[in-house]
Each structure stands twice: as C-alpha cells, then as structure tokens.
C-alpha cells in the first residue's frame, strides 16, 4: 500500500498538549536555556497586547490582574496598550507590593493606579482582561473575583483571558465559576483545559503565543497527548497506487444486526468510502432481503448457524471486523463479540457490542487479543468503565484496563492507546449529534483498519475524517450523508500535502 509522503513533523509537534505541571518545567528549561523569566513574561503580555490590538480599536479597557504570574502578564500588557494610546485601568487582586520576582518588576513599570478589585470597576469599561489566575487555579473561583467576572459576563462585555479564563482547570477543562472569553491568548502549546468541555466553550477564539520557549523544550517533556490534526497521521493514511486493486486495499467485514439493519448498513458505507477494497456485511438470513435490497457495492453475507458466522470468521479474506450497530444487547452479540476478538484481527467494537459486557467487563478485557478498537459514547463507556475523572483521564484508564484504543466519543471526543498516548479532537460540529453518526464512525475506522493502518491512528484519522465530513454538510445533515461526503475531505487532504510538496521543492531548488 502506498502511502502520503508529507513532511509532517513540524505540525505534528505543534499539535502536543501539555499539562500545567509540564509548562512550569517548559519555563524552567527555557530559563536553564538562558532564556530569563523577566523576559517570557514580557513576551506573553506583549503578544497578548498584539492581539488584542489586531481586533479592536482604542477603548476603555479594565485589566483584571491577579497575585501571581498571570497578574504579571496582565501589568505588560496595560503597560504596552497604554504606551500606544488606549485608555487602561488596572483593578487588582491583593496588593502589586505582594507579588514576587518578575511578575513585581512588570508591576512597578505600570505608573497609574491600581484599584482595589470589585464589580464597581467595570463601569465605563467596553474590554476586560482577565489576567487574575489562568490555569494555574486549582479551586472555584470565589470572592471579589467570582463576583466581579460575574458580572463582567451579565454585563455582556467582551473578555480576553490570559493563559486560560479564570475558573477554567487546564488540565481538565472543568469550570469552576468560570466566565466566557471571546479570546484567550496561551503560550507555547494548548492545554486539555483548552480543548476539553466545558473549557473550550468558555475559551472562546484560542492563539498560541510564541513567547521565546525553545523548541528543544518540547523534547525533554516527551509530551503524550495531542490536538487532533492530519500532521499526526497524514503520513500513514492510505493512498491508492497505479498497481492496486480491491484486495490490496483490504477486505472489511461488519456484522449486521436484525430488525435494526440501518446502522450496520451505514457503517458498511463509511467503511467503503474511507477506502477498503472490498466491504460485506454478515447477516442473519432473515435479514437477507432487507441488506440485499439496499446496497450496491457492499457484499451481503447470509449465515443461518453459528457454525456458519464461524466460518466467515476463519477464512482469510477478511482484513478487520466491525460489531456492534444495530446488533442488539444479547447473547448472541456476546458471542459474536468474542469469536471475532478469537481471531486477534483488527476489530471494532461499538453501541450494542459494548453494552453486551456491562455484566461482566472482564470478559472484554481478557477476549481481546489483537489490534482493537472501542468506540463508546458516555452511556456505553459508564457501563464497562470506570466513569470517575475528567474525560482524558478516564478515557487513558480504560484503555490501559482493557488493552484497547479507546475512542470516547462526544464533541471533545478523546481518542486513548494503552500506552498513555492519547488525542483530543477539536472538529466535529454539532451536526453529528444525530442518530447514527456513531455508527458511520465505527465503519470509517474499519475501513482504515482494514488497509493497513495502526489502531490509534486508524482511531485518530477516523475521528477527524467523521468530523472534517459532517463540516462540509452543516445543519441538516443525516448520518446517512456522511460515508458520501468523504470524498470531498480526502481531494482537500491530498490536493493540500501535494501543494505543500511543490512549494518544498521549489523552496530547495532555489
């Protein structure tokens, strides 16, 4: 199988997300490089001043400054706007006197007043920065500072936030009193607070500043979770070749359920469009007329014994296999479960497939032998899993229990490998919260699955794909439409990687 020849590293590095604890050590390895705190802090107030500059004009602005280093950037950044014109106050957490180090050296350079922080100082004020805690916040919100973002929000005035909105965890995403930023300015890389809900709601538009931190910074963190992006997986991503043909591109099996028969007959779809050679569907044969009558290009195969299921499953036509939509919750889905994860071929596992083990997780745990994929919302996951924790953690714990991909579906969908790598997905609309968009994501995995793909990149491409397509439909869309825009998001892929390979080259040969 050929593949996409990208030069993908520099993105896939932009793609990681760090925890809090890991941009502390970022900032202490940028100071060890010879970087100097003084100056970070310098750097991520000013780009917090361009940006803020880059969208509106001169007006009242209230900067909302806190007793640590966020209060610090918020000192710069009145400090740069005032210096170009624009009317700052600054409204204070505790007393500048009491901050330390390089966040007191920013504050001294500010020679206007500092009021005492309340909601009264947002009066006459048309912009706020928020630059009291930023991610660095561990608890809710409270005080002067719950009140007077509060009434910040109630007053509808626009909000920039430094680092994260106040009351937004940045390791989680978790609101703890937060507000709504229309802007939030972080550095260096995102954070799961960034990415994940309710936190992304509540970050408004996101900019990743440079603010000096050497790129070698990110080697010494060794970073395990990303934002979903092709730079991640584009490289791996089937491409057909002049010399190929329907069996190189993988055989993909899904099994169809019976009397529901649309979900299966939607993943089939998905699992074509994203590029197997060959797709069929495994039916029982009452179901026969139904699968026959309606698909074209999927090959329907009837079973009447379990013997016969048996033997599809033991040939060697099959790339990788797909349970679950429409299968229903019983114990002939158990068992067909547990024969296809008997074969440790690439497999997916979703919807019903997933709730048939809610008496006995364990059984999942120990059937699964090779190359897997689970695909849970938050019902099915609660079922088989341990719901304690935010959404990254849990997902991460599942995956390392069960020694599977986890894909925990949802708006901020996270996508866990057993060995702690995981990635968070930032774009799917909220057009996929229809019925059967499930099932449609499960086939696009097949389908990538069975050309040869890993799990956890199969999983990742899958996921942004489902996302990329519902995009192209907007409002209105119907899972059904999903398997038949996929076309469109592969032409853009590959027409973007093969305009980027030409301008590499014309850059070399210059």
Same mark, same amino acid.
């Given at each position: 199988?050929?593949?996409?020849?990208?030069?993908?590293?520099?993105?896939?590095?932009?793609?990681?997300?760090?925890?809090?604890?890991?941009?502390?050590?970022?900032?202490?390895l940028s100071?060890?490089?010879?970087?100097?705190? *003084?100056?970070?802090?310098?750097?991520?107030?000013?780009?917090?001043?361009?940006?803020?500059?880059?969208? =509106?004009?001169?007006?009242?602005?209230?900067?909302?400054?806190?007793? @640590?280093?966020?209060?610090?950037?918020?000192?710069?950044?009145?400090?740069?706007?005032?210096?170009?014109?624009w009317?700052?106050?600054?409204?204070?957490?505790?007393?500048? *006197?009491?901050?330390? #180090?390089?966040?007191?050296?920013?504050?001294?350079?500010?020679?206007?007043e500092?009021?005492?922080?309340?909601?009264?100082?947002?009066?006459?004020?048309?912009? !706020?920065?928020?630059?009291?805690?930023? /991610?660095?916040?561990?608890?809710?919100?409270?005080?002067?500072?719950?009140?007077?973002?509060?009434?910040?929000?109630?007053?509808?005035?626009?909000?920039?936030?430094?680092?994260?909105?106040?009351g937004?965890? @940045?390791?989680?995403?978790?609101? $703890?009193?937060? !507000?709504?930023?229309? $802007?939030?300015?972080? *550095?260096?890389?995102?954070?799961?607070?960034?990415l994940?809900?309710?936190?992304?709601?509540?970050?408004?538009?996101?900019?990743?500043?440079?603010?000096g931190?050497?790129?070698?910074?990110?080697?010494?963190?060794?970073?395990?979770?990303?934002?979903?992006?092709?730079a991640? =997986?584009?490289? %791996?991503?089937?491409?057909?070749?002049?010399?190929?043909?329907?069996?190189?591109?993988?055989? #993909? $099996?899904? *099994?169809?359920?019976?009397?529901?028969?649309?979900?299966?007959?939607?993943?089939?779809?998905?699992?074509?469009?994203?590029?197997?050679?060959?797709?069929?569907?495994?039916?029982?044969?009452?179901?026969?007329?139904?699968?026959?009558?309606?698909?074209?290009?999927?090959?329907?195969?009837?079973?009447?014994?379990p013997?016969?299921?048996?033997?599809?499953?033991?040939?060697?036509?099959?790339?990788?296999?797909?349970?679950?939509?429409?299968?229903?919750?019983n114990?002939d889905?158990?068992?067909?479960?547990?024969?296809?994860?008997?074969?440790a071929?690439?497999?997916?596992?979703?919807?019903?497939?997933?709730?048939?083990?809610?008496?006995?997780?364990a059984? $999942?745990?120990?059937?699964?032998?090779?190359p897997?994929?689970?695909?849970?919302?938050?019902?099915e996951?609660?079922?088989?899993?341990?719901?304690?924790?935010?959404?990254?953690?849990?997902?991460?714990? /599942? #995956?390392?229990r069960?020694?599977?991909?986890?894909?925990?579906?949802?708006? %901020?969908?996270?996508i866990?490998?057993?060995?702690?790598?995981?990635?968070?997905?930032?774009?799917?609309?909220s057009?996929?919260?229809? /019925?059967?968009?499930?099932?449609?994501?499960?086939?696009?995995?097949?389908?990538?699955?069975?050309?040869?793909?890993?799990?956890?990149?199969?999983? #990742?491409?899958?996921?942004?794909?489902?996302?990329?397509?519902?995009?192209?439909?907007?409002?209105?869309?119907?899972?059904?439409?999903?398997?038949?825009l996929?076309?469109?998001?592969?032409?853009?892929?590959?027409s973007?990687?093969? /305009?980027?390979?030409?301008?590499?080259?014309?850059l070399?040969?210059?």
């Amino acid at each position: 199988m050929n593949r996409l020849n990208a030069e993908s590293e520099p993105s896939s590095r932009q793609t990681a997300v760090l925890t809090v604890r890991q941009m502390t050590e970022a900032d202490r390895l940028s100071v060890a490089a010879g970087v100097s705190s *003084f100056e970070l802090m310098g750097n991520a107030g000013a780009a917090v001043a361009r940006e803020i500059g880059c969208r =509106w004009t001169p007006r009242p602005l209230l900067v909302l400054c806190g007793p @640590g280093n966020n209060g610090g950037d918020g000192f710069v950044v009145a400090h740069l706007l005032a210096e170009a014109g624009w009317p700052v106050r600054v409204a204070m957490l505790g007393s500048r *006197f009491s901050l330390q #180090a390089e966040a007191r050296q920013h504050a001294q350079r500010w020679v206007g007043e500092v009021e005492a922080l309340s909601p009264s100082v947002l009066e006459g004020a048309e912009l !706020v920065v928020d630059a009291l805690f930023g /991610a660095g916040l561990s608890r809710p919100l409270e005080g002067q500072a719950l009140d007077t973002l509060a009434a910040a929000g109630r007053g509808c005035v626009p909000i920039v936030a430094i680092d994260t909105p106040s009351g937004v965890m @940045g390791d989680t995403g978790e609101a $703890l009193g937060a !507000v709504k930023a229309v $802007l939030t300015v972080t *550095f260096f890389r995102k954070k799961p607070g960034h990415l994940l809900l309710p936190g992304r709601d509540l970050c408004g538009e996101v900019i990743v500043a440079d603010i000096g931190t050497p790129t070698s910074v990110l080697d010494a963190l060794a970073p395990l979770a990303f934002e979903n992006h092709p730079a991640l =997986w584009l490289a %791996d991503l089937p491409r057909v070749h002049a010399d190929s043909n329907k069996h190189s591109r993988g055989h #993909a $099996l899904v *099994f169809g359920g019976y009397p529901m028969t649309g979900a299966a007959r939607m993943a089939a779809r998905g699992a074509a469009r994203a590029g197997a050679g060959l797709t069929s569907i495994a039916v029982p044969e009452i179901a026969l007329p139904v699968y026959a009558a309606t698909l074209n290009s999927i090959m329907v195969h009837p079973w009447v014994t379990p013997e016969d299921f048996g033997h599809l499953l033991n040939g060697s036509r099959f790339s990788a296999w797909l349970v679950g939509p429409g299968a229903g919750v019983n114990k002939d889905t158990f068992g067909h479960v547990l024969a296809m994860l008997a074969t440790a071929r690439p497999t997916v596992i979703d919807a019903d497939a997933i709730t048939v083990f809610q008496d006995d997780p364990a059984a $999942l745990d120990r059937a699964i032998q090779g190359p897997c994929v689970l695909t849970p919302d938050d019902g099915e996951f609660r079922r088989i899993f341990d719901p304690a924790g935010d959404k990254l953690s849990r997902t991460r714990a /599942a #995956a390392l229990r069960c020694s599977a991909v986890v894909v925990l579906k949802g708006s %901020d969908t996270v996508i866990a490998a057993p060995d702690g790598r995981a990635i968070i997905n930032n774009n799917a609309p909220s057009a996929l919260a229809t /019925a059967g968009s499930g099932a449609v994501l499960g086939g696009i995995i097949l389908g990538l699955l069975a050309q040869g793909m890993s799990a956890f990149t199969a999983a #990742a491409a899958g996921v942004w794909l489902h996302g990329a397509a519902a995009a192209e439909c907007g409002p209105g869309l119907l899972a059904e439409d999903l398997p038949d825009l996929l076309p469109i998001v592969f032409r853009r892929l590959y027409s973007s990687v093969e /305009a980027c390979q030409v301008r590499d080259s014309v850059l070399r040969n210059r």
